[in-house]
């Protein structure tokens, strides 16, 4: 346990030492946000308490009030870095990639999602898993939500804007949209897919699902018993996702 000089929890007088209060409430606000990650990794993120996470770094119990002031600030807090950690993993994973290997970004960017999940499984749970009961996300979680998505969004247009996206069924197999699919990709294509025909949007939209459903599979453990290698079974997943989408080899 981290116990810590009362005085820290005090209000101060505005001073030159504006800097150093700042960065210390930023070590506290970090510290308070790692001991939340920990507690959820043990027992879930439906009983995060403020209290405990007091409890466990030294602090008063009103103190951590003056950093959140409720449990689902802090909730909203650990969503946020989460969802900006994915993305970020996807973004930079993506940028090594030569801009016109589209299946090689593609790939890239699936492959990071992956295996930022399996190093931060608790995180990927607190916004992939089970939502939180009594609790509502925020405007503020849509931003950093949405990275990641943009990142293979941004793989689709790039082909669609170079004329490589393919088209992978042959003509007479090819699947006619209905009249609200097409709406829906219409909408969709507006905000993340500009210059996307139509049935591409939808095949994209299904290739997210599908790649976050492999993962959570794997992550939940509902793999267990069935696939010996999820790594290799994975891999050739996004190599067939890509190829649905319209931009695989």
Not at 84 to 99: F, L, P, Q, T, W
Not at 211 to 228: D, H, M, P
């Amino acid at each position: 346990m981290r116990v810590r000089c009362s005085a820290v929890w005090q209000s101060e007088p505005m001073t030159s030492t504006t800097g150093i209060r700042a960065r210390v409430r930023a070590e506290l606000v970090h510290e308070i946000k790692q001991e939340a990650r920990r507690q959820m990794a043990e027992a879930g993120s439906s009983v995060l308490s403020l209290r405990a996470v007091a409890r466990q770094l030294g602090m008063v119990s009103s103190g951590i009030y003056r950093y959140f002031p409720s449990r689902d600030h802090l909730l909203t807090a650990l969503i946020i870095d989460s969802y900006d950690a994915i993305g970020a993993a996807a973004e930079a994973a993506d940028a090594v990639v030569e801009r016109g290997d589209f299946a090689g970004r593609w790939r890239a960017a699936c492959h990071a999602i992956r295996d930022w999940a399996l190093e931060h499984p608790h995180e990927y749970a607190l916004v992939y898993g089970s939502p939180v009961p009594g609790y509502r996300a925020p405007q503020d979680t849509t931003g950093p939500a949405s990275r990641v998505t943009l990142v293979l969004a941004a793989v689709v247009c790039d082909a669609a804007a170079e004329g490589a996206l393919r088209n992978p069924f042959v003509p007479e197999r090819a699947p006619t949209l209905s009249r609200q699919a097409s709406a829906e990709a219409l909408r969709v294509g507006s905000i993340a897919f500009p210059g996307v025909p139509a049935d591409a949007v939808v095949r994209a939209l299904t290739a997210w699902t599908q790649l976050f459903g492999f993962v959570s599979f794997e992550l939940f453990g509902r793999l267990v018993g069935v696939v010996e290698d999820p790594a290799a079974v994975f891999d050739q997943a996004v190599t067939d996702i890509g190829v649905f989408v319209g931009i695989g080899v």
